[in-house]
């Protein structure tokens, strides 16, 4: 794996880069490389890594909405049964199966405080 972990941001071992955990839209896995949409340039960072370890290392604004996808709940701009929208206008998937949860975790997030695009 070529990443570690803070409370508050990743750093890419092999980018030589540190990325604050607010900067991250989503990620998005693809076969073995998993891609990093962020606010900033870059705009998409590849790594090697897995969704579970990066979902173990997230803070708790992260959700595993789907086996490809893991969200930032502060920038989610709408959602729907099977997709959600973030403020940049990209969708991600949800999982049938996982709507249900996504909604109890999403209010609970808003709860706690979290910001709210929707």
């Not at 173990?56 to 729907?80: C, P």
């Not at 990209?90 to 709507?99: E, F, G, H, M, T």
């Amino acid at each position: 794996m070529d990443m570690a972990v803070g409370k508050t941001g990743l750093f890419l071992k092999t980018k030589k880069l540190m990325l604050a955990q607010a900067d991250i839209l989503y990620i998005e896995s693809r076969a073995k490389k998993v891609e990093i949409h962020t606010l900033g340039a870059p705009s998409c960072i590849e790594i090697y890594a897995t969704m579970e370890e990066l979902m173990g290392q997230l803070g708790e604004d992260f959700y595993r909405s789907h086996r490809a996808y893991i969200v930032n709940m502060a920038y989610i701009a709408e959602y729907g049964k099977d997709s959600i929208t973030l403020t940049n206008g990209d969708i991600v998937y949800v999982a049938k199966k996982k709507y249900s949860e996504f909604v109890r975790v999403y209010r609970h997030y808003l709860l706690k405080g979290g910001v709210s695009s929707v």
